[in-house]
């Protein structure tokens, strides 16, 4: 799809979702809980976070309950990283199903109000919280399932390649990709190793070039995602299959897992200060900011 | 599979077999031969391993009969390097097929009872020895098939990745896969590396976290063997296709497999050591040998 | 397929191509024309290869056409890079398609002329000249795509690796595949790395070490190439193609690309000159020019 046209389909949501690209006929939708703003910076209710730990089967679910599209703002962010260390530390948790409470969407991604006419120093403290959300949901102990029951594009899509598994709700009008270069964005090299590490080189090339969505079934295909049920089942197909993981003793899965996922960690562990450099110079660019703004303007349009 | 399941399939055969998970009906087969076990540490007689060599061909068969389930014991797997070794010197044996005289089982995998209750000294002897056999079976520069007539957990699917080419009985009851963690061990970085250049990361890391075991045909799904065939066919289609690969010039194949596989086995060579500390201070944990006794008690039951 | 049908199949083509396997009736296509002899050394008119730039759409399109089968000589090699370099740097043109002029071939591989009976500086000029033109094909800033409209062995394939998608024509007979141990040498390691991104460990390593040539629909299969269309549409779907590519905005799509393929150039470029000794010092050895020499003697038998 053409830039244009992903900016087209973006403007249903208003500020906060990055190419949401969503297939809704929701209006009004895209007004922002005053509630929510007049939080920001201070919150330490997990407003936008609901997290239900259940002691008995050692299971907590995330639900992401940010309004309109769980766009991954600073505060949203932040409020996850802080969620996930306390259930880290948690030894009775032992598995996290993460979902969405918003209907049609898992999580937009990046808010891109983060990004638009802020300083250098508040581009960096964002994308550190970034960078720390996936160290913390790659690298988690935890078992991880992604129950992604809406649309899930750029950091939705970064989120679910965090976890351990992905179940989505089988709807071919949801969408899953890394799509940052249809906004004239680049995803950075731990997104593209994430996605590698899940569908290999050649379609991450393709993915990440073109910035493919793909729509559920296509996402099961190249598996991206890992099952596909109906939409009223994929919470509970997620806690099914979190059983089975759980029948694995813990610490020979933590140890494999850390196997696995330790080398691309560590890379961006190694180069979490040059990482930031190099997205606050590229997105404080002058023909960047522009690329925010015209599409910044679109949305405001489409609202009027 | 819950460890519980695991370790009650495995009861069937005895100590010898690490997780071996067969579908068995089979008696009485979970006594060792005292022949066999008067003839440890001095075998030079390849009693446990027969080797048939046609010059005519510059094939060399390898069967493994080391009753009941092909446990890759201390001696079994020394006369293993030491047979390669040989067939390796002698310039007129271009190809090797490997499979297993025993009936339902190619190889159980590792010999739990070289792990427990042993010293420090005799595990790092044992661990040397099946790096040994996979720095020699990986880096052949024969042509090596592996004619997987029976199941093939753990070490047993690691000796089949190491050759080049995998056929496997299509009967859905043999299964196939690094299990290691159903019991509470772990596949180490050279095994886990050898399964990735096979099925890619993705699927090692579901594999290997969850210790799965796939049927014939799921395996030749994901790609963790090359072709099916019926039972007794096994042996003859190894042969047949052991000629297509020995049509290819030694020299530019051998070259080819060493670029492929070079960085790999580099990987174990210059962290042998290491790799053998890692596996003795792991599998001599107090948590570990508690689990071990476990499962020889929950064997020896099972054999009561 | 053994060594000697690979040889018998490449003798309708005469001494150009490497292993083309070409299922023709084509005869008297192996001469060479005077015309292009006399200009080799100081070709400036770009005759092996025709290039048209479209302004109005911003897309070259390459059409190879030296016969008889497009061979990689170190001319062709050089007007190659050349065209490239010139279309590179013109900041109007934003995507190159890649086809042959000839019948039933897209390109043989590299010119076996230039390796046979030849000095040691002259192998090595000539293998600087495939390394040239595979870093500035796989690391171009410009979208590329190949129009496979023939068959396309050996350096044919790397050519067509080199693109960042590949559309090939549905026919059966035409095949595509670094075949190269089939003759008895060797695809280096950076052809290796660019098909093991393409298509995967595994594969590539079976392909490579059996010197694999697959008919057009096996090679959609593996992921070798990325469409089939009728030949007759291969240049019209490469056209429609691109207008896809050239959606996404340049520098996004650019960095995105010098993200997932700069590791593999960077290898190449840091061990050029080992690189190039590399093949120096195996291409003439007496056992390969030997291979050579039989394998020429057997076109000239084909020809008289």
New interface residues.
């Given amino acids: 799809?053409?830039?244009r046209n992903a900016l087209r389909n973006s403007a249903k949501y208003g500020f906060s979702g990055l190419l949401p690209q969503l297939s809704s006929s929701g209006h009004g939708r895209v007004c922002v809980s005053p509630f929510l703003l007049s939080q920001r910076r201070n919150n330490s209710t997990s407003s936008k976070i609901k997290v239900d730990f259940d002691s008995s089967t050692g299971v907590a679910v995330m639900r992401m309950q940010s309004p309109p599209v769980n766009s991954l703002s600073l505060d949203f962010l932040t409020e996850f990283s802080i969620s996930l260390e306390k259930l880290e530390m948690d030894k009775s948790c032992r598995g996290l199903i993460i979902t969405s409470s918003l209907p049609k969407v898992f999580s937009a991604g990046l808010d891109i109000m983060e990004m638009y006419a802020k300083s250098p120093e508040s581009c960096g403290v964002f994308w550190k919280a970034v960078q720390e959300m996936w160290l913390k949901l790659y690298g988690s102990n935890m078992v991880t399932i992604a129950a992604i029951n809406g649309s899930s594009p750029a950091g939705g899509c970064l989120m679910s390649l965090g976890c351990?598994?992905r179940i989505m709700a089988e709807n071919p009008r949801y969408s899953i990709g890394l799509n940052?270069?249809?906004?004239?964005?680049?995803?950075p090299?731990w997104f593209?190793d994430t996605m590698?590490?899940?569908?290999?080189?050649?379609t991450?090339?393709?993915a990440?070039?073109?910035?493919l969505l793909y729509s559920a079934p296509e996402a099961l295909k190249i598996?991206l995602v890992?099952r596909l049920v109906p939409e009223d089942q994929v919470l509970t197909t997620a806690t099914e299959t979190m059983a089975?993981?759980l029948?694995?003793?813990d610490?020979?899965?933590q140890?494999?897992?850390s196997?696995?996922?330790k080398p691309t960690i560590d890379k961006l562990m190694s180069n979490r200060e040059a990482d930031i450099h190099n997205f606050v110079s590229f997105i404080t660019k002058d023909?960047i900011q522009k690329?925010l703004r015209m599409y910044l303007e679109m949305l405001k349009k489409r609202k009027g």
Same sequence: chains 1, 2, 3.
């Fill in positions: 799809m053409a830039l351990d598994y940052e270069t249809q906004l004239g964005i680049v995803a090299f593209k590698v590490n899940t569908v290999g080189h050649r991450t090339e393709m990440l070039e073109l910035g598996g890992d089975k993981w029948a694995i003793p610490h020979a899965r140890i494999t897992k196997m696995m996922r023909s690329s």
